[in-house]
Structures are given as C-alpha cells and as structure tokens.
C-alpha cells in the first residue's frame, strides 16, 4: 500500500464521514485505514486505541454540531432566548446522533461506550461555561433574584431540564423556559 503523509484533521474527517453513512460502531481503524489509502501502523500514530479514534470522532460531531454555531455571545440575544435556541439545535443534534451515529451503539466495546460518556460529560461542562457567559452579560437579567440564583446553579438547572427532557425524548422545555422568563425577567420590562 503506497504510504501517504496524512494529518490526524484528516483522519478524523474521513472518521467522521464512516460513522455520519454507518453509525459509529462500523468505525474501525482497519476501515479507516483503507478508506484513506494508509496502514493501519499510521492510523495508530494518530490514535493509539480504537476508542480513542472513536471519542474523538464523537467529538468532532458535536464540534461541527454546536461549537460554530453555539461559541459566541451575541449581546443581542438574551439568556431565555439563548437557551431555547440552543435547546432546539440540541434536539436536532441528538436526534440525529441517535438515529444515525448510534446505530448498533451495542456492538461496541464497553470501554467506548464509558469513554465516549466521558466526552459527553466534558461537552456538557463546556456548554455550562458558556451558557454562564450569556447570563453575566444579560443586562435584563433581575439583580434582585433570591439565594441560590446564581449564573452557575441556574445554568445547571437549564442544562440538567434540557437534557433531561432530550433524554426522554418528550424534549418539551416551554415551561421551563416560561419559568426561567417570569423568575430572570421579574421586575424588568419586556
């Protein structure tokens, strides 16, 4: 096999594009290997286990899923109004995650699966930081809101109802982003 220089970005797009048409347990270094046109030793230069191949490529879904549209503060855009953007791209997201990237989710290793919940908890800490954000820069957010309502509890509760309800599947969040509006909003005018 004529060897190419190949770059671990590119190793993962082509990752990417496996589990995108076959869910990510047909994702396997020898198929990654001969869909690039190199050795599997070259796969294992960038990546020195298969799980660490797969939780990469999970990641770079979620990259291309949330992070270019999701990594910014638009000082236009309020907290409420963030939250339930970002709730209707999770849906999006997760839905296709399930109904394309995880199929035959159990033909994979345990250790995949325990490491690609790892990378999901890390995601989830990501989106808490920036959903903080967005609240300290919400100047209609009420100053005078009771105990226990600071930017990172209430991001965390949002986080924690969203996934929930995404978890579900009902993935209903109207009142609580309802709540969120009458309780952050109180004493401000629309």
Not at 11 to 22: D, K
Not at 95 to 115: M, N, Q, S, Y
Not at 164 to 185: I, S
């Amino acid at each position: 096999m004529a060897q190419s220089i190949v770059s671990r970005e590119e190793l993962l797009e082509n990752a990417y594009q496996i589990a995108e048409r076959n869910g990510v347990s047909a994702l396997s270094v020898r198929g990654l290997a001969n869909a690039t046109g190199i050795s599997v030793g070259t796969v294992y230069r960038h990546f020195s286990a298969k799980d660490e191949l797969t939780t990469a490529t999970i990641q770079l879904y979620f990259k291309h899923a949330f992070y270019e549209r999701f990594c910014h503060i638009d000082p236009q855009v309020g907290f409420v109004d963030y939250c339930r953007e970002m709730h209707a791209s999770m849906r999006e997201v997760t839905t296709h995650f399930r109904e394309c990237w995880l199929r035959g989710i159990d033909a994979l290793p345990a250790v995949e699966k325990a490491a690609a919940r790892l990378r999901e908890s890390q995601q989830i800490e990501h989106i808490l930081h920036g959903l903080v954000q967005i609240y300290e820069h919400d100047a209609r957010i009420s100053a005078d809101l009771p105990d226990g309502f600071d930017a990172e509890s209430v991001c965390r509760f949002v986080i924690e109802n969203v996934m929930g309800g995404l978890h579900h599947r009902n993935g209903n969040c109207d009142v609580l982003f309802g709540l969120l509006e009458r309780t952050l909003y109180a004493n401000r005018t629309q």
